[in-house]
Every structure is written in structure tokens, then in C-alpha cells.
């Protein structure tokens, strides 16, 4: 018993090991991620209810249309109520003609929804464990960030890789990561984000979801930092 115990450790802690890929597209080291945030349960209903919040909270709720009494116009009677053989009217800016109101038209209003802090957090690390089990998680080394600075440089190591065309997040830290930023942004398919704002959403969007190692120590300084107050 005790040793099939060691067993199953040892398995859970190998499926947190990634490998760091470098500026060749092979290994460069193991990497060794986080339980807390890349081995927790999947939880498909909190995540469910973060991607509703997350998309609900993108729309603007701007759109809005003019009623009869709101539309500018002649008010005054379109034709006679009698004796022309017609139906009976008393407002060109009734719905039924061009140019008149619109019926329940939408209106500016708030989709906002909320969502508490603790939260979104198990949603980003379920996402993040699940992205882990699928296999879809990867790793670039830091000489990305120094010796990338070119789109042809990195749209030439996508193509070695086989990810050419594909869509996948590219997980960046936000002030080292400038220069990579500004090469892998026209290339299609490649969705970049900062390590501080990744959230649940964005971490289940694309094929693949690729962190720069840097940008790992990014995600643990701010979740990890105060674990447990």
C-alpha cells in the first residue's frame, strides 16, 4: 500500500513536469510547475460561469434605436380618417412606415454580471490544470524574450515547431516581454496576453497555450505570494 501511494505521487508530480523548449525548438530543462495552480480539479461548471461573466462584462450595451415619439417629423394627421379608402393613420412616424419608429427596439443598457475574486481564480487554475492534462501547455525559454525581435524570426520558429497558422495564447510578462510582443504580434492566429491579466477565457482559447518561463514566475508571485491569508 505504502508503495503504491509513492507510485501514484510520483506519477501526479511527473504530469507537473513540462519541458522548457528553446530558441531551436528543442529541450532545453524540465520544468517543474506549481501544483497549486496547474494540479488542482476540474471544476467545468465554475469555469462555464466565468466564461459567461467574462463575455457578458465585453459587451458595451450601446445599441439603441428611437421610438415613434423620439423620431423627428411631421406630427401632423397623414390623411383624412374617412372617404380615402385607406386604413386609418395619424403619425408618418408609425413603425409600419420607412423612417418611423421602431418597436422594442434595444436600448442602452448594463450586461454587467459579477463574479467573486476567489472565483475567478479556482476558474483560471481549473482551466490552467485541465490545459496541463490535455497536453497543451508549453514552455519557451527566456532567451525568447532577449534574442527575439523580428516576426520572421519567430514566425520562422513557429514553422519549425508545426504551429504555423494554428491559434494558441502566447503568455508574456509584461515589461520584459516588449520586444517578442512587437515581433509575434501581425502573426495570424497568435493571441497575446500579459501573465497578470491571463484568466480563465482567454487560457481555454486556441490549440495551444504557450507561456515564456518568465512569465510562469509572474503568474506564482501573484498568486501564490500571499497563499493562504
Same mark, same amino acid.
Not at 492534462?133 to 514553422?159: H, N, P, R
Not at 520586444?179 to 487560457?203: D, V
Given at each position: 500500500? %505504502?508503495?503504491? #501511494?509513492?507510485?501514484?505521487?510520483?506519477?501526479?508530480?511527473?504530469?507537473?513536469? *513540462?519541458?522548457?523548449?528553446?530558441?531551436?525548438?528543442?529541450?532545453?530543462? !524540465?520544468?517543474?510547475?506549481?501544483?497549486?495552480?496547474?494540479?488542482? #480539479?476540474?471544476? #467545468?461548471?465554475?469555469?462555464?460561469? +466565468? &466564461?459567461?461573466? +467574462?463575455?457578458?462584462?465585453? =459587451?458595451?450595451?450601446? /445599441?439603441? !434605436?428611437?421610438? =415613434?415619439?423620439?423620431? /423627428?417629423? $411631421?406630427?401632423?394627421?397623414?390623411?383624412?380618417?374617412?372617404?380615402?379608402?385607406?386604413?386609418?393613420?395619424?403619425?408618418?412616424?408609425?413603425?409600419?412606415? *420607412?423612417?418611423?419608429?421602431? *418597436?422594442?427596439?434595444?436600448?442602452? =443598457?448594463?450586461?454587467?454580471?459579477?463574479?467573486?475574486?476567489?472565483? @475567478?481564480?479556482?476558474?483560471?487554475?481549473?482551466?490552467?490544470?485541465?490545459?496541463? /492534462?490535455?497536453?497543451?501547455?508549453? %514552455?519557451?525559454?527566456?532567451?525568447?524574450?532577449?534574442?527575439?525581435?523580428?516576426?520572421?524570426?519567430?514566425?520562422?520558429?513557429?514553422?519549425?515547431?508545426?504551429? $504555423?497558422?494554428? @491559434?494558441? &495564447?502566447? &503568455?508574456?510578462?509584461?515589461?520584459?516581454?516588449?520586444?517578442?510582443?512587437? /515581433?509575434?504580434?501581425?502573426?495570424?492566429?497568435?493571441?497575446?496576453?500579459?501573465?497578470?491579466?491571463?484568466?480563465? +477565457?482567454?487560457?481555454?482559447?486556441? @490549440?495551444?497555450? &504557450?507561456?515564456?518561463?518568465?512569465?510562469?514566475? *509572474?503568474?506564482?508571485?501573484?498568486?501564490?505570494?500571499?497563499?493562504?491569508?
Amino acid at each position: 500500500m %505504502v508503495e503504491e #501511494k509513492k507510485l501514484n505521487k510520483n506519477r501526479e508530480k511527473n504530469k507537473l513536469k *513540462v519541458e522548457v523548449i528553446g530558441l531551436d525548438g528543442k529541450k532545453a530543462e !524540465t520544468l517543474a510547475l506549481p501544483e497549486e495552480i496547474f494540479g488542482q #480539479k476540474e471544476n #467545468k461548471v465554475l469555469v462555464a460561469q +466565468y &466564461v459567461r461573466v +467574462y463575455l457578458a462584462n465585453q =459587451r458595451a450595451g450601446t /445599441a439603441s !434605436t428611437k421610438t =415613434r415619439s423620439e423620431v /423627428a417629423g $411631421s406630427t401632423r394627421k397623414i390623411w383624412p380618417q374617412k372617404r380615402m379608402g385607406r386604413a386609418r393613420h395619424g403619425d408618418i412616424k408609425a413603425n409600419i412606415f *420607412v423612417g418611423g419608429g421602431i *418597436v422594442f427596439g434595444p436600448k442602452p =443598457r448594463d450586461f454587467n454580471l459579477k463574479i467573486n475574486k476567489k472565483q @475567478k481564480r479556482k476558474a483560471l487554475f481549473s482551466a490552467l490544470s485541465s490545459r496541463l /492534462a490535455q497536453k497543451t501547455v508549453f %514552455v519557451l525559454s527566456d532567451d525568447f524574450l532577449k534574442k527575439i525581435s523580428k516576426t520572421k524570426e519567430f514566425a520562422g520558429f513557429l514553422s519549425k515547431m508545426g504551429w $504555423s497558422g494554428d @491559434k494558441m &495564447v502566447l &503568455v508574456l510578462p509584461a515589461q520584459e516581454g516588449l520586444k517578442l510582443r512587437l /515581433a509575434a504580434r501581425n502573426i495570424p492566429g497568435l493571441i497575446l496576453e500579459n501573465a497578470a491579466n491571463l484568466n480563465a +477565457y482567454t487560457a481555454l482559447l486556441g @490549440k495551444r497555450l &504557450v507561456f515564456v518561463k518568465k512569465s510562469l514566475e *509572474v503568474l506564482q508571485q501573484i498568486y501564490l505570494k500571499n497563499e493562504g491569508k
